[in-house]
């Protein structure tokens, strides 16, 4: 065995434990349904990736807001929690304060701007870029504290946050697995050299094997929750997940990094951690919207 396979092994190893500590510890959260901790891990999670995003863009030279971009992502992640939990009953006023909250952010992007324009190469790409870390990271990410906060499901929210947090990552392991095994045509290599369409493949039927399993394995915690529609939506998840790991593909390429951050053994930052789940969140919570008339 080369040295180069050893490597590569001994970073299979890394990633693997890495993401059951890291997964290991939400699952925990749902299963005891902790929602403080939820809000507070989801909260963590979301700023430090999107800090990952921002410093990204501050290494090819941009300037980012990055104060004005904290604070919405902060208020945003605290705002789902408050009018879903402290105050519920006040819930009606949530799209107002998010509204509010959009508004705001802009307003003061434009004010920095305003005030700093003599020291700015490229005003409008700050404001653009600052925008794109909190709607790309902060705004997409806050679909899975919505879905653990969501009422009028007929099946447990703790489940459904399980079942897509579960799916998703399935899906990415199987990709990995077998796109490093079996994988030999390349998917797109202008933006990911090494992903393949056996990878693809891989991952579909990870996150099939995963929609079919899991309520069938844990079926009192999934209770009201449709066989045909996790396995349907598995697969469906699958893809939406493989495009949101090629979307952060295209931001690193664009920052020519290799990975969004290094303190994660095996997998790099907390943005590699959770780029798909950046689209298959939001795709769970729609379904959820639709199919049960939940309220937003």
């Given at each position: 065995?080369?040295?180069?396979?050893?490597k590569?092994?001994s970073?299979?190893?890394?990633?693997?434990?890495?993401?059951?500590?890291?997964?290991?510890?939400?699952?925990?959260?749902?299963?005891?349904?902790?929602?403080?901790?939820e809000?507070?891990?989801?909260?963590?999670?979301?700023?430090?990736a999107?800090?990952?995003?921002?410093?990204?863009?501050q290494?090819k030279?941009h300037?980012?807001?990055r104060?004005?971009?904290?604070?919405?992502?902060?208020?945003?992640y605290?705002?789902?929690?408050?009018?879903?939990?402290?105050?519920?009953?006040?819930?009606?006023?949530?799209?107002?304060?998010?509204q509010?909250?959009y508004?705001?952010?802009?307003?003061?992007?434009?004010g920095?701007?305003?005030?700093?324009?003599?020291?700015l190469?490229?005003?409008i790409?700050?404001i653009?870029?600052?925008?794109?870390?909190?709607?790309?990271?902060?705004?997409?990410?806050?679909?899975l504290?919505?879905i653990?906060?969501?009422?009028?499901l007929?099946?447990?929210?703790?489940?459904a946050?399980?079942?897509?947090?579960?799916v998703?990552?399935?899906?990415?392991?199987?990709?990995?697995?077998?796109?490093?095994?079996?994988?030999?045509?390349l998917?797109?290599?202008?933006?990911?050299?090494?992903k393949?369409?056996?990878?693809?493949g891989g991952?579909?039927?990870f996150?099939?094997?995963?929609?079919?399993?899991?309520?069938?394995?844990?079926?009192?915690?999934?209770?009201g929750?449709p066989?045909?529609?996790?396995?349907?939506?598995?697969?469906v998840?699958?893809?939406?997940?493989?495009?949101?790991?090629l979307?952060?593909?295209?931001?690193?390429?664009?920052?020519?990094?290799?990975?969004?951050?290094?303190?994660i053994p095996?997998?790099?930052?907390?943005?590699?951690?959770?780029?798909?789940?950046l689209l298959?969140g939001?795709?769970?919570?729609?379904?959820?919207?639709?199919?049960?008339?939940?309220?937003p």
């Amino acid at each position: 065995m080369t040295i180069e396979m050893l490597k590569e092994e001994s970073n299979f190893y890394s990633r693997l434990l890495s993401s059951l500590v890291l997964w290991g510890v939400i699952l925990i959260a749902l299963l005891y349904s902790l929602k403080i901790l939820e809000m507070i891990i989801f909260m963590c999670f979301g700023l430090v990736a999107q800090e990952e995003f921002y410093r990204m863009q501050q290494a090819k030279g941009h300037k980012i807001f990055r104060l004005a971009g904290f604070t919405a992502a902060f208020c945003l992640y605290l705002g789902i929690w408050f009018f879903q939990n402290v105050h519920a009953a006040g819930y009606s006023f949530y799209p107002f304060f998010e509204q509010i909250l959009y508004f705001g952010l802009l307003t003061i992007l434009f004010g920095q701007v305003i005030w700093h324009w003599d020291k700015l190469t490229n005003p409008i790409a700050s404001i653009a870029l600052t925008l794109l870390g909190f709607f790309y990271v902060a705004f997409l990410f806050s679909f899975l504290e919505r879905i653990s906060f969501c009422k009028g499901l007929p099946f447990n929210a703790d489940a459904a946050l399980f079942y897509i947090i579960a799916v998703t990552k399935l899906s990415d392991t199987g990709a990995f697995l077998v796109g490093k095994n079996f994988g030999s045509h390349l998917l797109i290599p202008h933006v990911s050299p090494k992903k393949t369409w056996e990878g693809l493949g891989g991952g579909i039927f990870f996150s099939f094997l995963a929609g079919t399993l899991l309520p069938i394995g844990f079926s009192k915690f999934f209770v009201g929750f449709p066989l045909i529609d996790s396995i349907l939506l598995s697969v469906v998840i699958g893809i939406i997940g493989a495009v949101g790991d090629l979307a952060k593909s295209v931001v690193k390429r664009d920052a020519h990094v290799k990975d969004s951050g290094h303190f994660i053994p095996g997998i790099g930052g907390l943005l590699d951690l959770i780029d798909s789940l950046l689209l298959s969140g939001p795709f769970f919570y729609f379904y959820c919207l639709f199919r049960y008339h939940i309220y937003p």
